[in-house]
């Protein structure tokens, strides 16, 4: 027998003749987190004063709320990009680490549900933390079950058709585990923030502040594991929509914060390489995937 077909890239194709498809299941939880973290994202981010009347839970700090809400919208849009692709391979860069953050919030939640307006506030208030509190217990686990079965799929990974330089690659490595490790910390000893965090926290917000730097984190181990430009697309494009956030956020409560503090100054290189990462990861694959 001659020598099977392989791809441009020495590939083969599927044995099935098609690759690994993203489910209806992962589609479907995919498109209620648009909505959901769109919502959630608009109360903090947009209605940042006004946490005692419109959220789940108090939040004195403006700029904390900004912080979280810039997070939701930087989700909503690696969502809304990780969606509209068929192809497992190419969609799922963002669900290891959105899956820890769901099961890191839903812990943060249950460790101070004293803090929430379940039972005290006016009528949306408690509205909206008896709905947090429902989201965070049914949606962690509803997306471990859905990821369980969604790479038991039958096909292959899409093959890589432009592959990451090593030096990218390796500034995400370093990138994800830098703020995995600041953000376990933050969880695991929220008292602490104090003394890295460039303005005040509450235990409350340092941990949910810590999961999502923990997500954020996995995702950019996850894009440089996945080592080519196409896959990592939904990852790089949520780094520039973070900063564009964060910078307004910083921008509206800027007197938040003490600027001359080293933690100031590493907050703004952090954005600055993010930045930097995530226009070089959109125009840079494009570029390659186009001559791939």
């Not at 969604?150 to 030096?167: I, N, S």
């Not at 585990?177 to 008292?191: K, N, S, T, Y």
């Not at 930097?276 to 570029?287: E, H, K, L, M, Q």
């Amino acid at each position: 027998m001659g020598q099977a077909e392989t791809t441009g890239n020495g590939h083969r194709p599927a044995a099935s003749g098609r690759y690994r498809q993203v489910t209806p299941a992962m589609r479907g939880i995919l498109w209620v987190g648009v909505v959901l973290v769109f919502v959630a994202g608009s109360s903090l981010f947009v209605l940042t004063g006004h946490t005692e009347r419109y959220f789940a839970w108090t939040i004195k700090v403006p700029l904390s709320a900004a912080f979280l809400g810039a997070f939701y919208y930087t989700a909503c849009v690696i969502a809304l990009l990780s969606v509209r692709r068929p192809e497992w391979a190419r969609a799922r860069v963002g669900i290891p680490g959105v899956t820890v953050f769901l099961w890191l919030t839903m812990l943060a939640t249950l460790l101070h549900l004293d803090l929430f307006h379940l039972s005290s506030g006016i009528g949306t208030a408690r509205g909206a933390a008896w709905i947090w509190l429902a989201i965070y217990v049914a949606d962690p686990i509803a997306m471990a079950v859905i990821w369980f079965f969604q790479v038991r799929e039958p096909g292959e990974d899409t093959p890589r058709v432009a592959a990451l330089p090593g030096g990218y690659g390796a500034v995400l490595l370093l990138e994800g585990v830098a703020l995995f490790a600041v953000g376990l910390f933050l969880f695991v000893a929220p008292a602490s923030a104090a003394h890295i965090w460039p303005w005040p926290l509450t235990p409350l917000t340092s941990r949910m502040s810590a999961a999502w730097l923990v997500g954020l984190g996995i995702t950019l181990v996850c894009a440089a594991a996945e080592a080519d430009w196409d896959r990592i697309r939904p990852a790089t494009a949520g780094l520039i929509a973070l900063v564009v956030f964060q910078g307004i956020a910083l921008v509206r409560y800027s007197g938040a914060i003490a600027w001359g503090t080293p933690q100031a100054r590493g907050y703004v290189a952090l954005l600055a390489l993010n930045l930097i990462v995530g226009i070089a990861g959109v125009v840079s694959g494009r570029a390659r995937q186009g001559a791939a």
